[in-house]
């Protein structure tokens, strides 16, 4: 008690607000050596306690309180409780402000999933994240249901609610969900039924109350069904239950009604719907809809008012100015790089693609019908665009005139339409040169078609098809380097250019450099999967180099795509009869006679086919066939009457011989035949035979000595090495009964005219007789003209 002073009544009720205690005076703190000692112990630490009561690390110093100042006691403890200290402090215990002495926090208590409340919560996860599953699922092309598992967890989850007595708790917007998805899914995967029964159980609930714009989707899939009047009916009761404020929507359906009636031929009506659109709302697809309306029912003065009407429709776009980037403001800039090319801008520009697509096609439409003459009716259309805010469609619609001019053979006026935009602008001026030089190479007016190639290249280097031109016209000129240096840069232009990459690869075939033609051809392929004329490329190069098995193989893909082609048929058997296997050989050849029996390489081969086999009676309809073909070819006859001969058949064969000396009566081989057979059958005709045999003889020596030829129409024809192939075949077959046969080595020594000449081996079809004939015809260069 003697450190505890009472209070002592005093007259002023305000004295003491001045006094001051020692105690928080910080501006004695570097004088304090308790303090400073205590600050220079590592994390705090106290120094050695020195006062009487231990705890205090400035119990050594008298302490001044506002209860007054006693020499040598110690002040009291309560003013750093907080910070861990405790006037009960034991000694021996250490400084723990954090309390890490207590050891590890104790463990979470587990949550009970066993409760109805988790099992609910889990549930609703579990069908929320199925849903978006769904969702996902669909937008990556999966067919995948994932809605049917959701719509199975929601019932459930509605079960667990109803057994926990809440079944007020119920969350429609969840129910609503999965439904909706589930009924969407059935849809994109074509369950049309299963679609239609759950959208109806969506309405049948009254709980749903925005529920009747699902109606619009059950039209759309009886309109796939093509139940057009049920597709009607549900539109317009969706049109009676979507109010005037969502104007969008009420046209776009309003739209889909008008699209029922065109699909029903109901034009009158589908007008009545797209003017009603054009009235309130109007947009490019109506206005267009609209067009081929009045077209369909020929209503010229409203076609005309259609179009105008389409051509007003604005777009709704920002100017193509604001993504130009300006060089003043770097910020300004980096914010039009990143904008440039991001989804909005691309969707503006489909937009606008769209509607340019669309006048396009209307006016190239209604240009005929709307005017007496073709001609005039472009040219209105053309003024219209002109006047619009499609102005710079006005010069693509004059290529197209030119085009379709083109199409109705009327080259003149396709010549004088295009030459009339060679001082028009440069996009313009270079699509139009391309197209007069691709005239004039089509009429082989090559000079014309160079000039006309080089003013396109000059008005646009980077245009693909002029340089594919211009390399044609070098190849033409048997400038090969040349050409691949030309159909190398259209490639470097545009890496999608089929045409040039065609071309280059049939340079390099030219210049035999296969296996650049082969690179060429197969990356042609991969972009082509179905073209006919390319795989035929790779397979000749293969043949080229003697890799058969390959060759055949492509071939092969060849008929997977054109299984009748008789061509390709006779080079499948022309391969595999090189190859060796004559069984293989012998089916093609046979197939390929069978879809076009007047191919007179196949009819040989065939023939030549049977009398190896010792079918000599086979063979005779295939050379019969050949001389109704080639009538002045003596060599099919002398075939025919060599078969009957061979299958003994010797009056027949004296017939023929004597036939073929009736139509050929200077050919030596006939002669000689009817010799030896008048000789050998005992006939008075020998001796007549053997003067005209001698007095044929004498004039071949008179006029092989003052340099002439035989006839090479009437007798003889000039040597063929197929055709002495093929006599030389003849010559080794063994044939029984001829005692005749071989004992003159010059008696079968006329001479057969191949009727193909050097190109008989080559395939000749719709699909390749461009590649091998006119390597650069109408086919490779369609596509240099705009595309429609």
Same mark, same amino acid.
């Given at each position: ?121 889990? /549930? ?43 079944? $007020? ?22 369950? !049309? ?29 009886? @309109? ?85 009407? @389409? ?93 379709? !001019? ?84 259209? @490639? ?13 690869? /049939? ?189 044929? $003889? ?48 010059? $008696? ?7 009727? @193909?000449?050097?190109?008989? $081996? ?27």
């Amino acid at each position: 008690m003697e450190n505890v002073h009472l209070a002592v009544e005093e007259d002023d009720l305000y004295s003491g607000y001045n006094d001051y205690n020692p105690t928080f005076d910080s501006e004695e703190l570097e004088n304090d050596v308790g303090f400073q000692q205590a600050v220079r112990t590592s994390y705090g630490r106290r120094p050695p306690v020195t006062a009487k009561f231990p705890g205090t690390a400035i119990g050594a110093r008298p302490l001044a309180s506002s209860f007054g100042v006693s020499d040598g006691a110690a002040r009291p403890m309560t003013a750093v409780r907080a910070a861990g200290y405790t006037s009960s402090l034991t000694r021996g215990m250490t400084f723990d402000p954090l309390g890490q002495s207590r050891g590890p926090a104790p463990p979470l208590e587990a949550k009970n999933e066993n409760t109805p409340e988790e099992k609910i919560k889990i /549930l609703e996860k579990k069908v929320n994240d199925l849903v978006k599953e769904s969702c996902i699922a669909h937008s990556m092309g999966s067919s995948e249901l994932k809605a049917k598992e959701a719509g199975r967890k929601d019932r459930a989850l509605v079960k667990q609610k109803e057994l926990s007595g809440k079944p $007020e708790q119920i969350n429609l917007d969840t129910r609503y969900s999965v439904l909706l998805n589930l009924a969407n899914q059935y849809a994109n995967n074509e369950m !049309f039924q299963e679609a239609l029964n759950t959208y109806q159980l969506i309405l049948n609930n009254k709980m749903f109350t925005n529920a009747g714009c699902l109606k619009v989707n059950m039209g759309n899939i009886y @309109l796939k069904l093509k139940n057009y009047p049920k597709a009607l009916k549900y539109y317009r009761m969706a049109l009676d239950q979507i109010s005037d404020e969502h104007k969008e929507m009420r046209t776009k359906i309003m739209q889909n009604i008008g699209m029922v009636f065109v699909c029903m031929g109901q034009y009158t009506d589908a007008i009545t719907s797209f003017e009603q659109i054009m009235s309130n709302s109007p947009n490019i697809k109506a206005g267009y809809n609209l067009t081929l309306c009045y077209y369909a029912i020929g209503d010229r003065e409203r076609m005309k008012k259609a179009f105008q009407e @389409l051509i007003s429709v604005p777009l709704c776009i920002d100017d193509e100015d604001k993504y130009i980037p300006s060089n003043d403001d770097p910020t300004s800039n980096l914010i039009t790089e990143a904008i440039k090319n991001d989804k909005l801008h691309q969707m503006e520009r489909d937009r606008k693609s769209m509607a340019e697509k669309f006048i396009m096609t209307t006016a190239k439409l209604i240009a005929p019908a709307i005017e007496t003459s073709f001609a005039t009716g472009f040219d209105w259309c053309v003024e219209m665009v002109k006047s619009s805010q499609y102005v710079e469609l006005a010069n693509d619609l004059e290529i197209n005139k030119a085009i379709t !001019f083109l199409r109705q053979k009327d080259i003149n006026q396709a010549v004088k339409t295009l030459k009339t935009f060679e001082k028009k602008d440069t996009r313009v001026k270079s699509t139009a040169a391309t197209n007069l030089s691709f005239i004039y190479f089509l009429e082989k007016d090559f000079d014309q078609a160079d000039r006309f190639a080089d003013l396109a290249m000059n008005a646009d280097r980077y245009n693909p098809a002029a340089l594919t031109n211009k390399g044609n016209i070098v190849f033409v000129k048997q400038e090969y380097e040349k050409a691949a240096e030309f159909f190398k840069e259209a @490639l470097r232009n545009d890496s999608m250019c089929t045409e040039a990459l065609y071309n280059l690869g /049939l340079t390099y075939k030219r210049m035999n450099h296969v296996e650049e033609g082969l690179d060429c051809f197969i990356k042609l392929h991969n972009i082509l999967r179905n073209s006919t004329q390319v795989m035929y490329q790779v397979a000749s190069l293969y043949e080229l180099k003697e890799n058969y098995p390959e060759a055949i193989e492509w071939l092969m893909k060849v008929i997977s795509v054109t299984p009748t082609d008789p061509h390709v048929l006779a080079k499948l058997g022309q391969l595999f009869d090189i190859d060796g296997d004559k069984s293989q050989a012998f089916q093609y050849y046979s197939e390929s006679f069978r879809y076009l029996p007047s191919n007179i390489t196949v009819i040989e081969w065939l023939g030549a086919h049977y009398i190896e086999t010792q079918f000599c009676e086979k063979a005779i309809q295939y050379f019969e066939r050949a001389t109704l073909i080639q009538p002045n070819q003596v060599k099919w006859q002398l075939m025919v009457a060599s078969c009957y001969r061979r299958s003994g058949n010797y009056q027949k064969a004296l017939e023929t011989y004597k036939d073929i000396h009736h139509k050929f009566p200077e050919n030596i081989e006939c002669l000689r035949f009817l010799v030896r057979l008048c000789t050998d059958m005992g006939l008075k005709e020998v001796q007549e035979y053997a003067t005209k045999l001698k007095k044929v $003889e004498k004039m071949k020596e008179i006029k092989e000595q003052v340099g002439l030829q035989p006839d090479s129409g009437r007798s003889s024809s000039s040597s063929s090495t197929k055709g002495e192939r093929l006599i030389s075949k003849m010559r080794s077959y063994p044939v029984s009964n001829e005692p005749y046969e071989g004992s003159n080595s010059k $008696e079968l020594d006329a001479s057969y005219v191949d009727p @193909l000449g050097p190109q008989a $081996e080559r395939p000749r079809t719709g699909a390749t007789k461009r590649i091998e004939d006119d390597e650069f015809g109408d086919d490779e260069l369609g596509d240099d003209l705009l595309p429609e």
